[in-house]
């Protein structure tokens, strides 16, 4: 299993500002996801964040809007860029469910933004 | 590609009432199939899984069966608590080279005294 933390819990922005929201995990993992999920909407992949590497992500995200770092294997941050009210949503750290298909995912409690 | 359907929310019953969240799911290959809970200002969490078809995931009272040849992972509890009041994900996981889960929509529950 894995403990996940992210910071802040919660903030309410202005538009055009950024925010950057940090993940720390308890164990070394080598691939940590960031997710979005919007109000009553399912779990949104942006990206995966790899130790060493560039992030991946996922179609209809970029990295100028979501910027990633990942400077060790318990730790990564993903900053939300020139936000508009559209942001606003839940954002979710993950590790875990890369080894096999029956292996579980870990969450972090989220990040919930407003942006005014 | 990979998708799963659950059934709209929000589920409203009393306390003590039976509980049937649907899920169906479409994949390739032979998925494993997890639900979630999200509890109220926290992240998910993982309730039950099964990695094959007939197994039966059970945890907190909560029981879904691997159904292959309905394509279906049906949640059911026999008697909710307030405390289960949550949204829950159905999810799948298939082979191919990446096993990041694929979720459902999500179906909220509210349970009332």
């Known amino acids: 299993s894995a403990v996940i933390s992210q910071k802040p819990s919660r903030d309410i922005c202005q538009r055009g500002t950024s925010l950057t929201i940090q993940c720390q995990v308890d164990?070394?993992?080598?691939?940590m996801f960031w997710y979005r999920q919007q109000p009553g909407q399912s779990l949104t992949l942006i990206a995966t964040a790899n130790q060493g590497s560039e992030a991946t992500y996922e179609s209809g995200f970029v990295i100028d809007k979501f910027p990633i770092s990942r400077p060790n294997l318990t730790f990564s941050t993903l900053t939300v860029s020139n936000m508009s009210p559209e942001d606003s949503s839940i954002y979710l750290c993950?590790?875990?469910?890369?080894?096999?298909?029956?292996?579980?995912?870990?969450f972090g409690p989220g990040t919930r933004l407003l942006v005014l | 590609g990979n998708s799963v359907t659950q059934m709209e929310g929000p589920v409203t019953l009393s306390e003590e009432a039976f509980l049937t969240i649907n899920c169906t799911y479409t994949?390739?290959?032979?998925?494993?199939l997890f639900w979630y809970v999200q509890y109220p200002g926290e992240g998910l969490q993982l309730l039950l899984k099964a990695t094959k078809a007939d197994d039966k995931g059970s945890n907190k009272g909560f029981e879904a069966t691997y159904r292959k040849e309905t394509t279906s992972f049906h949640l059911e509890k026999g008697s909710v608590q307030v405390s289960d009041s949550a949204v829950y994900f159905c999810a799948l996981s298939a082979g191919g080279g990446s096993y990041i889960p694929t979720f459902g929509r999500g179906t909220s529950l509210i349970v009332h005294p």
């Open positions: 994949a390739t290959g032979y998925p494993s």
């Open positions: 993950s590790v875990g469910g890369t080894a096999g298909v029956g292996e579980t995912q870990y």
């Open positions: 164990s070394q993992v080598t691939m």
